[in-house]
């Protein structure tokens, strides 16, 4: 059976992901060894997820770290389109967006897309989505940002300063260019033609409140590309720098290929799930495994198919020589799926109830990262 074509788009994801040849399509560039020795000249060990190469390809980081050396500080810009419950591939670029947060001393914009999920789903209300919003704002704040530097904007709501940049910046984008950049149709409705304007405003907003021009970097997976791609021409039109990006890859589902994804719920692991569907999702896994321990022991598995070894690879085993351990006794058949897959859940469990203790506190601390307007 042919594999299937790789759809790569803000609301899409599916087929077998060639990150090579995305570079080459969005017209993006590789994080090169030389890259990341200018990064560890500022945060000194690298961070497993540049390490790794889960943040793969960039556009003007070097750029970026050169004004930050020259001076200037920048502000980090990410987001979420609320559309139901977090998964733990969100929090893949949310936790290094973190670390940057940390080692830069840097501002995040935090954008919450609660209208870009109204209208995108047919079915959806505003006020779904803005509770959405809330719920999701929870795991935000659980994954530690800094609460004096850190500031959520939460669309629906926003109006002022949002409005008026999205339309300045409306301006600056043709129909043409957003419908060949995001295939919009005839039949696509008015506000999502409009939407990319306003997912562009974050990149600026800085930049607007304090009169000086302020570089932005937006960490995101590879996904956002298109929206960076419009804003990027529309920016000097408007007097301001270009934004860089830096992007990672997508975390698998616990399925057969694919991203983790909400609309595949078994293959996805929520952060509010309870420890017992973890275990159960965990457990029936696909994975890189022989049918029987026999096989395996005889034959290996292959790590490099296998959703339980990419959740240790991107998330769960910091230590790089164990990684490489856990690599070579799955191909040698020194492991069976059974005990990685028990190991797995042990540490996915124990990160949740952390990450739901933390949720649970944050409950009275969403005003405290709101963004007010000045
Ligand atoms: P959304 O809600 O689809 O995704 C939120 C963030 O998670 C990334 N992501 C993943 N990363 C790793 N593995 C996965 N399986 C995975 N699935 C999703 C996305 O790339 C994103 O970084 N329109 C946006 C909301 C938004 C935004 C932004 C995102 C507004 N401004 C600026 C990033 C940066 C959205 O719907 O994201």
Excluded at 130 to 157: H, Q
Excluded at 292 to 300: D, I, P, S
Aim: charged share 25%; proline share 6%.
């Amino acid at each position: 059976m042919p594999n299937e074509e790789m759809v790569v788009t803000p609301w899409k994801v599916s087929g077998e992901i060639d990150y090579e040849k995305l570079i080459q399509e969005f017209g993006t560039q590789p994080i090169t060894d030389e890259l990341l020795e200018k990064i560890k000249k500022h945060t000194g060990e690298l961070h497993l997820q540049l390490r790794r190469r889960i943040f793969f390809s960039h556009r003007d980081l070097d750029w970026i770290l050169d004004m930050y050396e020259a001076g200037h500080r920048f502000v980090l810009y990410t987001g979420r389109g609320p559309s139901g419950p977090v998964h733990i591939g969100h929090l893949v670029p949310w936790i290094f967006t973190k670390h940057l947060q940390d080692v830069f001393g840097a501002k995040l914009y935090f954008q919450m897309t609660d209208d870009e999920k109204f209208l995108i789903h047919p079915e959806f209300t505003l006020e779904r989505t803005n509770r959405i919003a809330y719920d999701n704002a929870l795991d935000v704040i659980a994954t530690g940002f800094d609460p004096k530097r850190t500031f959520i904007i939460m669309d629906s709501e926003q109006g002022g300063i949002l409005y008026r940049l999205a339309v300045q910046v409306a301006k600056r984008i043709t129909f043409s260019t957003v419908k060949a950049v995001f295939g919009f149709e005839e039949s696509s409705n008015i506000g999502i033609i409009f939407f990319p304007a306003v997912q562009a405003v974050p990149c600026f907003i800085e930049s607007a409140i304090t009169g000086e021009n302020t570089p932005c970097l937006i960490p995101a997976a590879i996904d956002q590309d298109p929206y960076w791609r419009v804003t990027r021409d529309a920016a000097p039109k408007l007097g301001y720098y270009k934004p860089a990006q830096i992007h990672c890859k997508f975390l698998p589902g616990l399925g057969k290929g694919g991203k983790m994804s909400a609309s595949l719920p078994e293959t996805c692991i929520f952060t509010t799930d309870p420890p017992e569907v973890v275990d159960r999702k965990i457990w029936n896994a696909f994975t890189g495994g022989r049918p029987t321990a026999r096989e395996q022991r005889l034959h290996g598995g292959d790590p490099s198919i296998c959703p339980i070894y990419y959740y240790y690879y991107y998330l769960f085993e910091d230590d790089d020589s164990k990684m490489k351990n856990l690599a070579e006794d799955c191909r040698n058949g020194e492991i069976l799926c059974g005990e990685c897959k028990l190991k797995l859940a042990e540490r996915v469990k124990r990160f949740l109830a952390e990450h739901q203790r933390r949720r649970e506190e944050a409950r009275n601390r969403i005003e405290e990262y709101k963004f007010k307007e000045p």
